[in-house]
Nanobody, 120 residues
Framework: QVQVVESGGGLVQAGGSLRLSCAASGPTFSISNYDMTWYRQAPGKERELMARIRRFAGGTYYVDSVKGRFTVSRDNAKNTVYLQMNNLKIDDTAIYYC???????????WGQGTQVTVSS
């Protein structure tokens, strides 16, 4: 059974930083074989894609609103993906989710989310 667990959320002032972690586990599961994506969902809004690190070579993608502020990375040995968030803004307040997607839709796993609250 594959599990995806986010952590690292919390309350931070605007301009501050947080690092989220997404730890994945399961028999033979390796994050290097999956596209690992961070999403967020703010109150009253739809879930939106924030950042992705691709399987194998590890290419990254960011939505425009977080470019230059957020960095996605992974530690294959720990089966963990990170989202470093700097210069946080009030609009970054949301529940952040991690998703693991296998090749051609072979698998799709979501975590339960971690709350990030940015105060003024």
């Amino acid at each position: 059974q594959v599990q995806v667990v986010e952590s690292g959320g919390g309350l931070v002032q605007a301009g501050g930083s947080l690092r989220l972690s997404c730890a994945a586990s399961g028999p033979t599961f390796s994050i290097s074989n999956y596209d690992m994506t961070w999403y967020r969902q703010a109150p009253g809004k739809e879930r939106e894609l924030m950042a992705r690190i691709r399987r194998f070579a590890g290419g990254t993608y960011y939505v425009d609103s977080v470019k230059g502020r957020f960095t996605v990375s992974r530690d294959n040995a720990k089966n963990t993906v990170y989202l470093q968030m700097n210069n946080l803004k009030i609009d970054d307040t949301a529940i952040y989710y991690c998703r693991a997607q296998g090749v051609l839709g072979s698998a799709d796993y979501w975590g339960q989310g971690t709350q990030v609250t940015v105060s003024s």
